[in-house]
């Protein structure tokens, strides 16, 4: 029941903050600096799975940890996640694409990890409150 709670935690928290993020970096940061790149609209199904899978990994390597250790593991493992998966979609954008501006990669980097760990911090005191 604790991983549940944790999972359906860290899903509406990472949730909250993406839709907000997303909503007002859309416009005014990705569509200025990758225009044509972008798809014309927004497809859910590619999203889901992504939101799926990853608030499980968030789970198993960040939220595990902090229910074992304490809010301080969670928060380190999830700033650790959200930057190493940040990096690797945007590093390998950067290296594959044509177009992939330097402060796109540090600016979404720095969301990725600061998102993650906010996320997997608050799915651990829920799971801790909650589930005990």
Do not use: E, K
């Not at 799975?49 to 593991?73: D, E, N, Q, T």
């Amino acid at each position: 029941m604790q991983y549940l709670i944790a999972y359906v935690a860290a899903a509406v928290v990472f949730g909250a903050l993406d839709a907000v993020w997303l909503g007002w970096a859309g416009t005014r940061l990705y569509r200025p600096a990758l225009g044509s790149l972008l798809a014309p609209a927004f497809r859910t199904g590619p999203a889901l799975v992504f939101y799926v899978l990853y608030i499980a990994g968030m789970v198993w390597f960040a939220v595990r940890p902090g229910l074992a250790s304490g809010l301080g593991a969670a928060a380190l493992n999830g700033a650790l996640l959200g930057a190493m998966c940040y990096m690797t979609y945007d590093l390998t954008s950067q290296a594959v694409l044509a177009r992939w501006p330097v402060h796109l990669t540090i600016i979404d980097v720095v969301w990725g990890t600061f998102a993650t760990a906010v996320a997997a911090t608050a799915a651990t005191w829920i799971a801790i409150r909650f589930a005990g």
